[in-house]
């Protein structure tokens, strides 16, 4: 009987991920990478001073060992299958995390080493985190803070997998809140944003039978915002549906903004502030009842904390009292 860790490439079966982790090497994520960027055996064996038959007995072991085929025959050459798509998407990130990984060795080789990656949302990172960074790296500047700008759904999966050390966010995307530790930072609030160019720009007591009138750009469907800004619709009788934009980016989204004089988008009060102080965008006369859910800071729950990591957590404080007051 065929061992289901070594399948026929006639009728593949995807290995398990245990067999994936006990065969597979970096040097075989190296080949693979080559094998798609040369497009050939032949010219994959030159870059990697193997030989052809070598190349492609290392590619049938790769196959092997996923339990998938990964390269098509093509009259253009090798061509990366689905399975070798999602392959060599994952190959690179590996590689890529090795490369940090050694780097910060490097650095730690070298220097004190200390660093930290912490994550945020946008709202966050203009009440709260810009400033308490500012404070950190006055008070700390031996200690390098990777900052990553993204989705709760994303920084938690950030946290979970050791990428981050501590993100501002939110925990109830997560499928398991029970694997992290959320500590009550700020309440959010939104407003509604459009280009100072916008015919509604400067209008007294806007409806939101107005605004749906206008293309709007969505925050992605599992996101927070979204579902505030669904619910609010709701609650107002309409629905929002012309033509809309979905982006999670707030660059994209206030560029967006500034550039049309049509588009309409919902923001975190402090971010629109931010951009409405530049000239970006302006905020409507439109009030939204529903409440914005809080973030607070989050790491994973039992980690273990350092003192940078802890004298950093103490700066966001600071700054999220300060945020309050200012707002009071």
């Known amino acids: 009987m065929e061992s289901p860790d070594k399948p026929e490439h006639e009728n593949p079966q995807l290995a398990s991920l245990h067999a994936m982790g006990g065969r597979l090497k970096f040097k075989q994520l190296k080949l693979l990478i080559a094998i798609e960027d040369m497009g ?39 061509v990366a299958t689905d399975m070798g798509c999602c392959t060599l998407r994952y190959a690179r990130l590996m590689l890529s995390s090795l490369s940090h990984m050694h780097q910060e060795m490097l650095n730690i080789s070298r220097t004190s080493g200390l660093r930290i990656a912490v994550g945020t949302i946008a ?58 530790h959320f ?19 400067g209008t007294r007591c806007v409806s939101w039978k107005q605004v749906v009138q206008y293309p709007w750009i969505l925050f992605p469907g599992d996101m927070p ?30 560029l967006l903004l500034n550039k049309s004089p049509e588009m309409v988008a919902l923001m975190s009060l402090e971010t629109l502030e931010f951009f409405e102080a530049r000239g970006t965008v302006a905020r409507l006369d439109l009030k939204v009842q529903a409440n914005a859910e809080p973030y607070g800071i989050v790491t994973r729950a039992g980690a273990t904390q350092s003192d940078v990591l802890a004298a950093f957590k103490d700066c966001i404080r600071r700054q999220a009292r300060s945020a309050v007051r200012r707002g009071n």
């Open 225 to 254: 915002l979204r579902t505030l800004l669904e619910r609010e619709a709701a609650s107002n009788g309409v629905v929002l549906g012309l033509r809309p934009v979905e982006t999670a980016s707030t660059f994209a989204t206030a």
């Open 40 to 78: 050939s055996v032949h010219q994959a064996a030159a870059l990697l001073h193997m030989s052809q038959p070598g190349v492609s007995k290392a590619l049938k072991e790769i196959e092997d060992a996923i339990g998938a085929t990964l390269f098509a025959r093509t009259p253009q050459g090798l």
């Open 123 to 180: 709202g966050a990172l203009a009440a709260v985190l810009a400033n308490a960074l500012i404070a950190f790296n006055r008070l700390h500047p031996d200690v390098t803070v990777e900052l990553q700008e993204g989705t709760s759904a994303d920084l938690l999966e950030g946290l979970q997998s050791g990428v981050l050390d501590l993100a501002l966010c939110r925990t109830s995307v997560a499928k398991r809140t029970d694997i992290f």
């Open 183 to 201: 500590e009550w930072l700020h309440a959010e609030e939104v407003a509604v944003a459009v280009s100072p160019m916008h015919a509604l720009s």
